[in-house]
């Protein structure tokens, strides 16, 4: 028989073993202090101070696992307003913590701080924090990685190591001083001098041999590559040469498995690939190489940047006299390599990882997405398309306008009146031959005008990219959510033809996707997030000219479906 304190030993072991589970089940909390600072970097022999956190560039990782709490204090030593954004992180009643300056909060000014405060949840993979005021995120940007809860694994084959990749722009300028010319002329601005792996620009560019990313492997090995596309302007092409690479995941969402030898990834997005190296030493070097993909007619950055990826010598003898075996890349505007690529992705849409698409819609909206103008001030002459006018960009012909308050701060104290309007239109005002020839009037409508979205509204959204001003892709971002890629096509929308062919059954679950150049995206998602969520195009010259809008989702009837109250440091503008 056993004692009495025998039988208490063991209730309490009990006791400590259900609340370690418990606290396994909840999950950490996890402190991080971004100081926002003054940092000289020297790239392509030219010396300038840019903006970083913790002085570093790119920044550093914020690593936490699905379930985490995480508390990110920043910290504004510099002149300029930041805000940070944690990209792709769903923020569930927690949108004052997402970011956008003018929309979910004021930016943190000089000398102040703001503590962003939300919990991982249901998410697990690779993301990316980067500013959210102007174009600050050039050099303020860094990845986010959601390990797996405790004792779960990958949905693949686990790798030897795990190595993460940044895809950036390099300016020789401050890009600060060229987006405010840019507005002011109305022109296009002066596009950037180089792009980087890990912040390093290249064999290619001058003075920058030994400023050249190195992947450094074993052979035999499988390692997890975490790919992160952050630059300004550019959707780039990334290829490691004569080998293959296995996508496995794209935006924090497992993907059914695929191989390629070459990818597309757009500004913000992330993508998770397998690099099987080879079975024995090979006596050779490969090149990994990114360049722009660039359908439109403006101009770009046609350069490449390169690092080079080394075999570990079995004897650890010297590389010496190695063959540097060349990249092969898609053309600068294949279009099609950029169609079939991303109808590859799909997801797992299993038990343990299901997908979620809404079968059944309550709200259906017709965006057309792409450029258009602004008529000049009077008196004055412009560098945009005419010397009368400047480049503008829209969404269903609005080009949106940030208020002088943000705009959850305004909705959640009910002072909506002269800061946003709940008018935004759910299609054209004007129809016409979208990817045709273009209407003679070109000019954009201004306006901060929002969608108001009741709690759990079903929504289907198609996104038609225009010809106005020539047709470009544009990457797409929703803050807030994630939503199904549903369909996609070439040419105008057929409202009755298309909709039959959607991928309702293992549709790709994103937060960031292209809208094709001349054609059209089809998406779904559930408003199951109480706030005001920004959608904008993550190319920052098009968000700049006004390819924005927001959604506005009221709360929900119960308690967790209602967004939290502001915390007691929120900035204010």
Known sequence: MATTSHLSSMAMFFISFFVLLMGNAEGETRHYTFNIRYHNVTRLCHTRTILSVNRRYPGPPLVAREGDRVIVKVVNHVANNVSIHWHGIRQLTTGWSDGPSYVTQCPIQTN????????????????LWHAHFSWLRATIHGPIIILPKHNQSYPFQKPQKEVTIILGEWFNVDPEAIISQALKTGGGPNVSDAYTINGLPGLLYN????????????PGKTYLLRLINAALNDELFFTIANHTLTVVEGDAIYTKAFDTDKLLITPGQTANVLLKTKPEYP?????????????????????????????????????????????????????????????????????????????????????????????????????????????????????????????LQAYYFGQSNGVYTTDFPVEPMVPFNYTGIAPNNTNVMNGTRTVVLPFNTSVELVMQDTSILGAESHPLHLHGFNFFVVGQGFGNFDPVKDPAKFNLVDPMERNTAGVPAGGWIAIRFLADNPGVWFMHCHLDVHTSWGLKMAWIVLDGPEPNQKLQPPPSDLPWC
């Open 112 to 127: 102040q701080s703001y503590i962003y405060n939300f919990t991982i949840t249901g998410q697990r993979g690779t993301l």
């Open 283 to 407: 006596n050779s070097k490969f090149l990994i190489a990114a360049r722009p993909y660039s359908p439109g007619q403006g101009t770009f950055d046609n350069s490449t940047t390169m690092g080079i990826l080394e075999y570990e010598h079995p004897f650890k003898k010297p590389f010496k006299n190695l063959t540097l075996i060349q990249p092969n890349l898609p053309q600068i505007n294949d279009t099609q390599f950029v169609s079939n690529f991303t109808m590859k992705f799909r997801s797992l849409a299993n038990y343990e990882f299901p997908a979620n698409v809404p079968k059944t819609v309550d709200k259906r909206f017709f965006f057309t997405v792409g450029l258009g103008t602004s008529p000049c001030p009077k008196n004055t002459t412009c560098q945009g398309p005419t010397n009368s006018t400047k480049f503008a960009a829209s969404v269903n012909n609005v080009s949106f306008t940030l208020p002088s308050v943000a705009i």
């Open 207 to 218: 003075c920058s041999s030994k400023d050249t990313y190195k992947l450094k492997v074993k």
